[in-house]
């Protein structure tokens, strides 16, 4: 993607660390889904450990007809300067982007498969992230074939 994409896909090129501090307070909540991974770490997740659980969850997922929502995205962009460079120059160029997780933030979510199957897809995910996650299923919505309409 060249420069002028990046500029149009994230507003600014190049971007300021900023902090992780505090608790997340939007996409804490379950929305899609009946079952999701929650974060329990602030941390930055790069777009590949993103993809990587997505992928992961969809392999699993897929075979009992569910659907799987990634509630992320890799919005900041990161910098870095190549090794042995002398002080000076500017900032570096773009290397990857992340996105900046907070304790209680939704990673992902599922619905439309047996909870023996989400826990297994979300057990495989949360090992491709850096982060400790936790499982949750989302009582208010009614389970699959439960016969109760109400």
């Known amino acids: 993607m060249d420069k002028s994409g ?3 896909a994230f507003g600014w090129l190049k971007q300021r660390r900023g902090r ?3 608790i997340s307070e939007a996409g804490e909540g379950v929305c899609f889904g009946r079952y999701a991974l929650q974060a329990l ?3 930055w997740l790069t777009a590949k450990q993103i993809e990587a659980g997505r992928r992961a969850i969809t392999r699993n997922v897929h075979r009992g007809g569910g659907k799987v929502w ?3 995205f890799a919005h900041k962009t990161v910098t870095g300067k190549p090794a042995e460079t002398r002080m000076g120059r500017g900032k570096g160029g773009v290397k990857y982007s992340v996105a900046v997780v907070q304790p209680g933030k939704i990673l992902y979510e599922m619905g439309g498969v047996a909870e023996n199957i989400a826990r297994k897809a979300v057990l ?5 992230m850096p982060i400790r996650t936790r499982f949750i299923v989302d009582s208010l919505t009614p389970s699959r074939g439960s016969g109760s309409k109400h």
Do not use: D, F, I, N
């Not at 495989?124 to 491709?128: L, P, Q």
């Open 6 to 8: 990046l500029k149009m």
């Open 20 to 22: 992780m501090k505090g």
């Open 41 to 43: 770490e602030p941390a």
């Open 70 to 72: 990634a509630r992320t």
């Open 124 to 128: 495989v995910a949360a090992s491709k």
